[in-house]
């Protein structure tokens, strides 16, 4: 299989395609970045994706969505909404194509997970932080193709336990 450059260079080292990988010509250029086209089977740019051609799945990690959430074992303990940590971790098979195009449409909009979560939290009350993780995955599985690896962690900021300074969280992944 030949090999062809557009003879850009960027930060990251020249822009060299497989010929074969190509379907169809775009040519985006952005800082030095040249494309060749879409590769075959996915609808994603190959850019590099100049410097993403060697990027093995990159990741999205939002930390620290802080919303109020009654949670708790006992009622006393839900009666009030406490504040509670969530983070979210996408693994992506492919890099998005929004590394290159810097286009929000072609990656994750962090407000859409948002959003999500606070459906699930929304008027509801919770006994345990392993099930409120457990719906909080599976309704940002709807959103995030299953094709990407989806990792969530809840984390309980102040539980009701003297000893434990710093939380305690629960985490489920695919």
Not at 97 to 110: A, I, N, P, Q, S
Not at 125 to 152: G, K, M, N
């Amino acid at each position: 299989m030949g090999w062809r450059g557009r003879g850009r260079y960027s930060k990251a080292g020249p822009s060299l395609l497989p010929r074969d990988s190509c379907t169809q010509s775009l040519d985006l250029v952005e800082e030095g970045i040249s494309c060749g086209g879409l590769h075959e089977g996915t609808g994603i740019g190959v850019i590099g994706v100049i410097g993403v051609r060697n990027m093995s799945h990159p990741e999205l990690t939002i930390r620290g969505i802080v919303l109020p959430i009654r949670l708790g074992c006992l009622s006393r303990e839900r009666s009030n909404p406490q504040p509670v940590e969530i983070d979210v971790t996408i693994r992506f098979e492919t890099p998005p194509r929004g590394m290159v195009t810097d286009r929000l449409e072609d990656t994750v909009c962090y407000d859409s997970l948002v959003d999500a979560i606070k459906v699930v939290v929304s008027d509801r009350e919770f006994s345990l932080v392993e099930h409120l993780t457990h719906e909080i995955f599976t309704s940002l599985r709807r959103i995030v193709e299953t094709r990407h690896e989806l990792r969530v962690t809840v984390r309980k900021v102040s539980p009701p336990i003297p000893e434990i300074t710093k939380g305690a969280e629960f985490t489920v992944t695919d």
